[in-house]
């Protein structure tokens, strides 16, 4: 049955969408290389904000975009991005440009590169921006993760002016982008948006796909790569790093221990257990 309502991007009435967070071609990824021959398999999905894991097929929706919106962000960034992240190891498109850019800085956090020095850099502002914006304007009630992140009325409402194209990207609004360059094994994996306020006042938002973790940096508080932006005239940096140097990496092997599996999770790993006494 169609939802009739008010779409959340072009606020007209129209037929609603049952839009995804995160991008379905982005979930296929992370099915098609754990199960390459079961798709429809489950993921586990691992909330630290309650501590617990479940087992599930299901994907975080919500009726909150009209099909026009929709193609529009799979136009202007979705389908770039899920074509350019990473699929295996023999497919990793950004990374592989990377390597062949001169960076605009090197340390022991990483290689650094001025976003507009990547082909279709426009496309990954796009594409953070849309994902930051649905999770902060739509209602994902979901029983997998808590997915509420707030950007506040303004960044709101300027964001998604940009997203339709009424609006330049708004100012005060900082992207950096993690990319995965392990050499050895990478760390391919999903995590929802989240956000916190940091010590100097500014606002730090995250989510992962697989290699890549973005970040929106929001307020006129200062920080140390404010400048960097600043000196460097960009809103958009990407950083070469392996995900295990990282401080969401150390994040979750501190909290893998503390999560408690529930529903399909707490059953499967029951019978492993029960199979595992067995021999």
Same mark, same amino acid.
């Given at each position: 049955m169609a939802k009739i309502g008010n779409c959340g991007l072009c606020k007209l009435q129209k037929e609603l969408m049952n839009s995804h967070l995160i991008p379905a071609s982005i979930f296929n990824i992370l099915m098609t290389k754990n199960f390459p021959n079961k798709p429809e398999s489950n993921l586990i999905?691992?909330?630290?904000?309650?501590?617990?894991?479940?087992?599930?097929?299901?994907?975080?929706?919500?009726?909150?975009?009209?099909?026009?919106?929709?193609?529009?962000?799979?136009?202007?960034?979705?389908?770039?991005?899920?074509?350019?992240?990473?699929?295996?190891?023999?497919? *990793?498109?950004?990374?592989?440009? +990377?390597?062949?850019?001169?960076? $605009?800085?090197?340390?022991? /956090?990483?290689? %650094?590169?001025?976003?507009?020095?990547?082909?279709?850099?426009?496309?990954?502002?796009?594409?953070?921006?849309?994902?930051?914006?649905?999770?902060?304007a739509g209602k994902w009630n979901s029983e997998l993760v808590q997915t509420k992140i707030s950007l506040g009325e303004k960044y709101q409402e300027g964001l998604r002016l940009y997203?339709?194209?009424?609006?330049? *990207?708004?100012?005060?609004?900082? +992207?950096?982008?993690?990319?995965? $360059?392990?050499?050895?094994? /990478?760390?391919? %994996?999903?995590?929802f948006p989240q956000s916190n306020k940091?010590?100097?006042?500014f606002f730090k938002h995250r989510f992962t796909i697989p290699c890549l973790t973005f970040y929106f940096f929001i307020g006129n508080k200062y920080h140390n790569l404010k400048d960097y932006y600043h000196q460097h005239n960009t809103n958009i940096l990407i950083n070469s790093i392996s995900f295990k140097k990282t401080n969401d990496?150390?994040?979750?092997?501190?909290?893998?221990?503390?999560?408690?599996?529930?529903?399909?999770? %707490?059953?499967?790993?029951?019978k492993k257990i029960n199979e595992q006494k067995q021999f």
């Open positions: 999905f691992e909330d630290y904000t309650r501590n617990i894991a479940i087992t599930s097929s299901k994907q975080v929706t919500s009726y909150f975009l009209c099909d026009d919106c929709e193609q529009l962000f799979s136009k202007n960034g979705e389908k770039h991005v899920a074509e350019t992240c990473y699929i295996n190891d023999n497919n *990793f498109k950004l990374l592989e440009e +990377l390597n062949q850019l001169k960076p $605009s800085h090197v340390s022991s /956090k990483g290689i %650094l590169y001025l976003g507009e020095s990547i082909r279709d850099w426009q496309k990954f502002l796009y594409f953070a921006t849309s994902i930051f914006w649905r999770a902060s997203l339709y194209g009424q609006a330049d *990207f708004p100012k005060n609004i900082y +992207l950096l982008i993690d990319v995965d $360059s392990d050499p050895i094994e /990478k760390t391919p %994996l999903i995590a940091t010590k100097e006042g990496y150390d994040f979750i092997l501190k909290n893998q221990c503390k999560i408690e599996p529930k529903g399909k999770r %707490l059953k499967e790993l029951t």
